[in-house]
């Protein structure tokens, strides 16, 4: 991460403009720092359309390299607008993933897991305090968490399987879920 | 070099229903493109994921204590978890343990829950004083029983022991008991 000495605020727009203004591939500190801001946000795009850590890390790379190869050609036309280009190639990439999903699945199966890329596991909460701090839920708050967590469902079907509306089960999830993080971020003891 | 400030931090229960896929498609749209621009929105949402992969984790290694349903123990099961399931008649008992391959263990505690608008769960001693009281637990009218789920780490430190349970169902003119169960724990691997 670059920092100087009053570490200036710089938003995207600024760093992408400095990357398709330098001759291509010599702006490295921009470059880096436009690498470093969009590759956490485009691996969540990536878990939220494919549910796969393995996949996320294919979209991450390969939005960010075409992102960074288009800015280099000056192909963005308007760099304010970065986010919006960067999720039409994440859209796009992640269509070309999903119908490259067999070959993928032929490839693992022939070379393994030694093909997947290097991912740095996201951080997870200690596990002992997190068991506690679900014990101090409610029955309820922990009912809805635990099934709505466990295979990511949303209210809709919850609230269907536990007999309540989904209006429900959505105010359960969030009083739940904000007394769940306080505790294990330890904003409440 | 710091990313701009975000001006308009999306809220908790929006990354909820986008991570859920719950938005709609316009919602959703500008949720993502506010995601990929914001990294204090970003890591909000990155941190949400952690938790929720956390509890998803524990749940399946049976660290979480809860109530679920038939249907969530199916899925478990056809996702290759290892339960170990026990069905208490109203007014019965159970010998039970808890087996070094199990991940889960579920008790199917039966009862007639037509009328009943809220239930408690009560742990009791031999003469029937509670002893700890999980309050208007969730339930289904329409099932036949309730379906628990009890952290695993507790019952494998367990000794040979009986534990009692009993349904209360609660409402304005005071509480009723819907049934007793009796569970009579032995450690894997040894006899009482």
Not at chain 1, 177 to 183: D, F, H
Not at chain 2, 41 to 66: I, Q
Not at chain 2, 81 to 92: L, M, Q, S, T
Not at chain 2, 118 to 144: T, Y
């Amino acid at each position: 991460m670059l920092k100087s000495d009053s570490d200036p605020v710089l938003d995207d727009a600024a760093l992408a403009r400095r990357v398709a203004q330098a001759t291509p591939g010599t702006d490295r500190e921009a470059e880096a720092e436009l690498y470093r801001r969009l590759a956490p946000r485009v691996r969540l795009y990536g878990l939220r359309h494919l549910r796969s850590e393995a996949s996320a890390a294919d979209l991450m790379q390969q939005v960010l390299l075409m992102t960074l190869e288009r800015l280099r050609a000056g192909a963005v036309r308007e760099p304010e607008r970065l986010a919006s280009f960067v999720l039409g190639m994440c859209r796009m990439v992640v269509l070309d993933l999903r119908r490259g999903h067999a070959r993928r699945e032929r490839l693992l199966e022939t070379y393994g897991e030694t093909l997947m890329p290097e991912e740095a596991p996201p951080p997870s909460p200690d596990r002992a305090r997190l068991m506690g701090c679900l014990e101090r839920l409610s029955e309820r708050e922990r009912t809805v968490l635990v099934m709505t967590f466990y295979d990511d469902m949303p209210a809709g079907a919850l609230a269907r399987e536990l007999g309540l509306s989904p209006a429900n089960v959505r105010v359960i999830r969030h009083r739940g879920l904000e007394r769940l993080r306080a505790c294990v971020t330890g904003e409440t003891s | 070099m710091s990313p701009s400030p975000c001006t308009a931090p999306i809220e908790l229960g929006t990354l909820v229903a986008y991570w859920l896929g719950e938005l709609d498609a316009e919602s959703e749209s500008r949720t993502e493109e506010h995601l990929l621009g914001c990294d204090a929105c970003s890591k909000r949402l990155g941190e949400l994921v952690a938790l929720a992969d956390g509890v998803r984790t524990l749940a399946r290694a049976g660290g979480a204590h809860a109530v679920v349903t038939d249907a969530f123990v199916r899925r478990l099961i056809e996702q290759g978890v290892h339960v170990r399931e026990y069905r208490v008649p109203r007014n019965g008992s159970v010998n039970c343990t808890v087996a070094p391959e199990d991940d889960i263990v579920i008790a199917r505690l039966e009862a007639p829950l037509g009328d009943v608008k809220r239930l408690d769960m009560v742990e009791i001693d031999f003469e029937g004083r509670g002893l700890a009281r999980a309050e208007d637990i969730p339930f289904r009218a329409d099932s036949d029983g309730v379906v628990v789920t009890p952290r695993i780490d507790q019952l494998r430190a367990l000794p040979a022991s009986t534990t009692r349970m009993r349904l209360l169902a609660v409402d304005a003119r005071g509480e009723r008991v819907i049934g007793e169960y009796t569970f009579n724990h032995t450690p894997y691997g040894t006899t009482r």
